[in-house]
């Protein structure tokens, strides 16, 4: 923002000549728009690569469920303009600011892309990156180029969306993008299970999900300070089928969790902020997203909590958010040990400087994973020391 | 056969008998190699290609399929995967001078775990063998392309395979959460550990969909789902084309997003009427078959809302599936679609592209012309939820010059798919059959890029060539990089 090596182009053609010339003459650069993620990943002194200036919504049609925008208008634009035609993404963004202190507001969909940020609705909707159709970008060669189509269904070619989706900034400068989005659900439900443990609770989530119920979003809040312990389940749709399927799930887990209290609860369908359940981590302790099988979920936070971690289960155990006061890397390694693996999202300089944000993969992977970045960015050009 | 493939290599094949003995050693009991028998691998589902590969290995085990691979790498011979065969572009198209690399033997499901809602299966599983090993349980495979009693769950990850129901609940990209995959050099990577997110960069999202081209996948783990309480059916005669179009719209336009939605024309109706007699309606020029699926409170709630649409929109008329026997009967016609269209001509060819939905009946109408000036006749089955044209053209092979009317023609409704905004391939792949018209699509920097992907994992360009990509540049070609000169307008970016 105004720093005084920001570039912003507000071209493509500007774009290729601003990337091409770093190329050239070995510099790095640093994609950004809204800046509501700067905080993930190591400090970098790399220029600034300011995308604000590809902003602006390109092409909705509602009955075709394709929205088509440049990267970086913001989240609630996009949102507030399929809301108008009683549609919404067809993932379930949301935006990181509020999880490093700022005000909310900042995320674009550019940034959401390329961080493939799913909330809790990808459970059952799918992630950012199962609803990225198409995109136009420039690589790290310089070059403009084009991947995917503006249709929902498609295999033409490599399936290039999947891999700009979740890329951070590492691939290219995505200019602007397709994405799917659905009719937005037209009521919403939630039921809550009071004062299960961690294991009961992911039992009767995986119930949960293993039944017709349709459950859109399953989360897990232990005992602490908000209170006692709370297992929800959000059911959305039709009226009718709403309140079947609620029905349905009620008697389902009444046999299954024994004395805990259930209770049925209306929920406005949009809210299920996903970041309610890191609200009141402390913002000082290093936060980790941890992805697991979700049978792994119970066994992971009791050791988890041995290091004296908090934690909050969302996606029916499949995410573990965890705070910790420690600058190892030891929530990671119990991730590993469980079969999954760990992103540190948020945490004090020193530690984002000496652990790499996103696990390390393999030898091989790794290997391979970097031939992929070199094929994008042979020069460099977006590797910036962040991740 | 029109079609060019790359020139066979003449030092391979005077070694042959040297490079079977070889590979005999690695899989004894797995080398096809007698002309006779190789005959029996010689196309796939594109049955206007032919080509007997030089030899058919069917190895059982990874450390086998690593070892074949290695060899093939050392010794310049390339190979070309396939699960069962049944791909409609040309994807397992064998080549004279490479191995056929099938993975048949690796049939067996390996895990299923219903608490994390997954199951672990071999690539040479067939996709309906999923579901029935899960269904129960009470889960299913959600995936369904109409080949699934025969495609392999390989060859799905391959092409990104669709169905009936992806409008709802995704392709096979949206259904896989891990693989394990053998480069060409031998190496055995898994990318995707079976969790919602990716650990680093996507590799999963382009090895599916990758026809054969990045590497040899040799375990799969797949999503299932809770079978939906209940399902019903639909079937809604319009007087028009037009009119039907319109009915799809409006369904999606009003919030409700059918398992599946599906349009077939006058000829399609005809053809399967005649073919299975399950009463379809003859004296209309579209039907459409809508599926609704969940709780019978939703089933009820909105099959009466899509009457109400389907009837607004002029229908003439509408059944609603009252048991489950009547459900598949709708169905009956759309899944022998194929074959009974089949019966109107000695060879059908089957098209696959996809457009924005509102630009149906204006494709149907220039379609039509087409099919004047080729003289050749067409019939069209539609996955209209998500504009998936399936044009079947009728020709026969026998008479000369058919089967390259039938291919320009095709051709001329892809690139009709493209000019309105669609794109080549919706499910079923470029493979051979569509390489040559990437170019209506994406621009030489566009395939540049996607060129380049393929050299990270497989430099040398060994595995299933001459597929997708029009044109074969060489890796070392393509990483050559246009360095800007030293004057740039851009005096502050910061140097390092």
Redesign the interface.
């Given at each position: 923002m105004g720093s005084v090596n920001a570039m912003r182009p507000t071209s493509e053609g500007e774009l290729v000549e601003i990337i091409g010339a770093a190329g050239g003459a070995g510099a790095r650069l640093r994609i950004r728009s809204g800046g509501s993620k700067d905080g993930v990943g190591a400090a970098s002194s790399a220029g600034v690569l300011d995308m604000s200036g590809f902003s602006g919504i390109v092409d909705y049609d509602p009955s075709e469920l394709v929205l088509t925008a440049h990267a970086a208008t913001p989240l609630s634009d996009v949102m507030a303009a399929v809301a108008a035609e009683g549609q919404a993404l067809a993932f379930d963004p949301f935006d990181h600011a509020p999880l490093f202190g700022h005000a909310p507001g900042a995320a674009t969909l550019g940034g959401v892309i390329a961080g493939n940020v799913s909330g809790p609705r990808r459970l059952a909707r799918g992630a950012a990156r199962d609803h990225l159709l198409g995109f136009v970008a420039v690589s790290g060669r310089g070059e403009r180029f084009i991947g995917g189509g503006k249709v929902v269904k498609n295999v033409t070619g490599y399936d290039l969306p999947k891999l700009m989706a979740g890329s951070w900034g590492r691939l290219a400068a995505l200019t602007e993008l397709t994405v799917k989005v659905l009719p937005r659900p037209r009521t919403a439900a939630m039921l809550r299970i009071h004062g299960l443990d961690a294991a009961a609770a992911v039992a009767a989530m995986a119930q949960a999900m293993g039944s017709p119920a349709d459950v859109a979003a399953a989360r897990h809040v232990p005992e602490g300070k908000s209170g006692p312990a709370v297992t929800e389940l959000l059911i959305d749709g039709f009226p009718a089928s709403v309140s079947a399927r609620l029905g349905a799930l009620a008697d389902l887990l009444v046999g299954a969790v024994g004395s805990a209290r259930i209770e049925t609860i209306a929920a406005d369908a949009s809210a299920w902020p996903a970041l309610d359940l890191v609200r009141d981590m402390p913002s000082e302790h290093a936060l980790w997203k941890v992805s697991l099988r979700p049978s792994a979920a119970p066994g992971f936070v009791a050791q988890a909590e041995a290091l004296g971690a908090q934690w909050a289960m969302d996606w029916a155990g499949g995410l573990v958010w965890v705070a910790i006061d420690d600058t190892t890397t030891r929530v990671r390694d119990l991730a590993v040990m469980e079969g999954g693996h760990a992103a540190l999202m948020r945490a004090p300089d020193v530690l984002r400087a000496a652990v790499p944000a996103f696990q390390p993969a393999p030898t091989e992977v790794a290997a391979l994973e970097e031939r992929v970045r070199r094929a994008f960015d042979p020069l460099g050009v977006f590797e910036t020391g962040r991740f | 056969m029109t079609l060019r493939m790359p020139e066979p290599d003449a030092s391979v094949l005077a070694r042959r008998e040297g490079i079977v003995a070889a590979l005999r050693r690695i899989v004894p009991e797995g080398v096809i190699a007698e002309a006779e028998l190789l005959r029996a691998y010689e196309s796939d589902g594109l049955t206007a290609y032919r080509q007997p590969p030089m030899v058919v290995v069917l190895p059982e085990t990874v450390d086998q399929v690593s070892a074949v691979l290695a060899y093939c790498l050392g010794e310049g011979v390339k190979v070309v995967p396939r699960g069962a065969g049944t791909s409609l572009s040309g994807g397992a198209l064998p080549l004279a001078d490479a191995v056929l690399l099938s993975m048949a033997k690796f049939n067996r499901v390996l895990a299923i775990?219903?608490?994390?809602?997954?199951a672990v299966v071999q690539p040479g599983v067939i996709n309906l063998a999923i579901t029935q090993a899960v269904e129960g349980a009470?889960?299913y495979y959600a995936p369904d392309p109409s080949s699934q009693i025969a495609c392999t769950i390989g060859g799905n990850v391959a092409?990104?395979s669709?169905g009936v129901h992806?409008l709802k609940y995704?392709?096979t990209?949206?259904n896989v959460l891990g693989v394990e995959l053998v480069?060409m050099d031998g190496?055995?990577?898994?990318?995707g550990?079976?969790?919602?997110?990716?650990?680093?960069?996507?590799?999963?999202?382009?090895v599916?969909?990758?026809e054969g081209l990045l590497g040899v996948v040799t375990e799969v783990t797949v999503r299932i789902l809770?079978?939906?309480?209940s399902a019903r059916a639909l079937l809604i005669g319009f007087p028009t084309v037009v009119g039907a179009g319109h009915c799809v719209?409006?369904v999606?336009?009003?919030?409700?997003?059918p398992a599946g939605m599906e349009m077939m024309d006058r000829p399609a109706i005809h053809a399967a009427e005649a073919f299975v007699q399950v009463g379809y309606p003859l004296d209309v020029e579209a039907l459409l078959i809508v599926e609704l699926d969940?709780?019978?409170?939703?089933c009820?709630?909105?099959s009466a809302e899509v009457e109400r649409i389907a009837l607004a929109n002029g229908a003439v008329n509408c059944r609603i599936s009252q048991d489950e026997g009547e459900r598949l009967a709708f169905w009956k016609g759309r899944k022998a679609a194929f074959p009974a269209v089949g019966r109107l001509a000695p060879d059908y060819y089957c098209m696959d592209g996809?457009?924005?939905?509102?630009r149906l009946p204006e494709v149907l109408e220039r379609m039509d012309v087409l099919s004047q000036q080729y003289g050749l006749g067409v019939a069209n089955v539609f996955?209209a939820g998500?504009?998936?044209l399936h044009p079947l053209i009728l020709y026969d092979a026998n008479q000369p010059g058919e089967l390259e009317r039938a291919e320009a023609f095709g051709n001329d409704i892809l690139r009709l798919c493209v000019e309105v905004?669609?794109?080549?391939?919706?499910?079923?792949?470029?493979g051979v059959e569509?390489r040559d018209l990437?170019s209506t699509?994406?621009d030489e920097?566009?395939?540049?890029?996607?060129q380049?992907?393929?050299?990270?994992?497989d430099p040398e360009l060994m595995l299933n060539p001459g597929k997708?990509f029009p044109q074969l540049h060489r890796c070392a070609e393509l990483?050559r990089?246009h360095?800007?000169?030293?004057e740039?307008?851009?005096p502050?970016?910061?140097?390092?």
């Open positions: - | 775990d219903y608490a994390d809602r997954l009470g889960f092409e990104n669709g992806c995704g392709l990209t949206n480069l190496s055995v990577v898994r990318v550990d079976g969790t919602l997110e990716s650990a680093g960069l996507d590799l999963l999202g382009i599916v969909g990758s809770p079978r939906p309480e719209a409006q999606i336009a009003e919030g409700i997003i969940g709780p019978e409170a939703e009820d709630a909105l996809t457009i924005p939905r509102r996955h998500d504009g998936n905004g669609g794109v080549l391939t919706g499910e079923h792949g470029v569509k990437m699509m994406f920097v566009d395939l540049a890029h996607q380049r992907l393929k050299c990270a994992f997708v990483g990089v360095v800007h000169g030293g740039t307008r851009f502050e970016l910061p140097r390092f």
